[in-house]
């Protein structure tokens, strides 16, 4: 199997910046395509971004211009830079890491999550 930690969420104000890392250890060799999700209250799960192995990256239409998504395959590392952040960010971030894009990310791996709060 393989296990995903993330760090980096935080309250911050609308306008400023944050970071979230994603560490993931055990089955690497199952792990092509990492990528972050978002569930805000009352709300279903979306992805935000993702990345596979090659360096191809997805975005959300909402996040295009604002976010950033970076991988360091030596350290197993997924990052998300989330810049002029908005109180519509607000939700808990979760990585996910699967084997393809083909199948969905239910099929992969889940973080525990990290919460973003993005106050106006």
């Known amino acids: 199997q393989v296990q995903l930690v993330e760090s980096g969420g935080g309250l911050v104000q609308a306008g400023g910046s944050l970071r979230l890392s994603c560490v993931a250890s055990?089955?690497?060799?199952?792990?092509?395509?990492m990528g972050w999700y978002r569930q805000a209250s009352g709300k279903q799960r979306e992805l935000v971004a993702d990345?596979?192995?090659?360096?191809?990256?997805n975005y959300a239409d909402s996040v295009k211009g604002r976010f950033t998504i970076s991988r360091d395959n030596a350290k197993n590392t997924v990052y998300l830079q989330m810049n002029r952040l908005e109180p519509e960010d607000t939700a808990v971030y979760y990585c996910?890491?699967?084997?393809?894009?083909?199948?969905?990310?239910?099929?992969?791996?889940w973080g525990q999550g990290t919460q973003v709060t993005v106050s106006s």
């Open positions: 055990g089955r690497i060799f199952m792990i092509n395509v």
């Open positions: 990345i596979d192995s090659g360096g191809t990256t």
């Open positions: 996910n890491a699967r084997l393809s894009r083909v199948l969905g990310p239910n099929f992969g791996s």
